[in-house]
């Protein structure tokens, strides 16, 4: 069965520090694949996608995405992280139904 | 534009209760879908819809009802509350029918607790 794995639960790192946020799929074949951000108390933003092609994409707020296909990863990264940038972080995949199935989220506090 | 809108914020029922909680878009998507979110589980497709009048099931549909009559609105039925059903519910839609995995907008939620 399709899944998807955030193997961190919670996330610290310090303002200015890198980030990464970690996320496994089990599909057999490429899935569309996102990473969506939740702010405490609002609804779920699309940080960036992949469907296809260069599998280093760009996304907003200064984050971006790999997708490596033998690892059936698609991690988050960001060079700097800002105080704003605290929030849980959900990665997803579309595995070619209508049905998304998100991943069960990474929580990120960041100390000033 | 409004996006997606969600009432109410809040809600308090009792067991067995009754009530549908309202999810309105103003963007012409014709996919929409619902989605609770609890703790360590992340967020589970309850039912969506690919335009009006067409609905499915997702992966936690039991205890659940949905219709769509217009491409703007997607009501979510519950039909007998359960402690269960506490959660937060999300709204959310996208361009096309959801099969060309558009980015979804999500509404801001609406917390429900069944006591």
């Known amino acids: 069965a399709q899944s998807v794995t955030q193997p961190d639960i919670h996330i610290t790192v310090s303002e200015g520090a890198s980030l990464e946020l970690r996320c496994n799929y089990s599909?057999?074949?490429?899935?569309?694949l996102f990473w969506y951000v939740q702010s405490p108390g609002q609804g779920l933003q699309l940080l960036l996608k992949?469907?296809?092609?260069?599998?280093l994409v760009q996304g907003i707020k200064g984050f971006e995405a790999e997708f490596k296909r033998s690892q059936s990863s698609f991690n988050l990264r960001k060079p700097s992280v800002h105080w704003s940038d605290a929030a849980e972080y959900f990665c997803?995949?579309?595995?070619?139904?209508?049905?998304?199935?998100f991943g069960t989220g990474t929580r990120l506090k960041v100390l000033a | 534009n409004a996006g997606v809108t969600q009432t109410p914020k809040f809600q308090v029922l009792k067991t067995g209760q009754s009530m549908t909680l309202q999810c309105a878009q103003d963007m012409n998507h014709e996919y929409m879908s619902w989605y609770r979110q609890d703790p360590g589980m992340g967020l589970r497709l309850i039912h969506y819809s690919v335009g009006a009048g067409i609905t499915d099931q997702g992966e936690v549909p039991n205890g659940y009802n949905v219709s769509r009559s217009t491409t703007e609105d997607f009501p979510l039925r519950l039909l007998s509350a359960a402690p269960s059903q506490t959660s937060v519910y999300f709204c959310a839609s996208s361009w096309g029918d959801g099969g060309s995995y558009n980015e979804q907008f999500f509404g801001p939620g609406t917390r429900l607790t069944v006591l």
């Open positions: 992949y469907f296809s092609g260069d599998t």
């Open positions: 997803a995949v579309a595995p070619g139904t209508y049905k998304y199935i």
């Open positions: 599909y057999g074949a490429t899935p569309y």
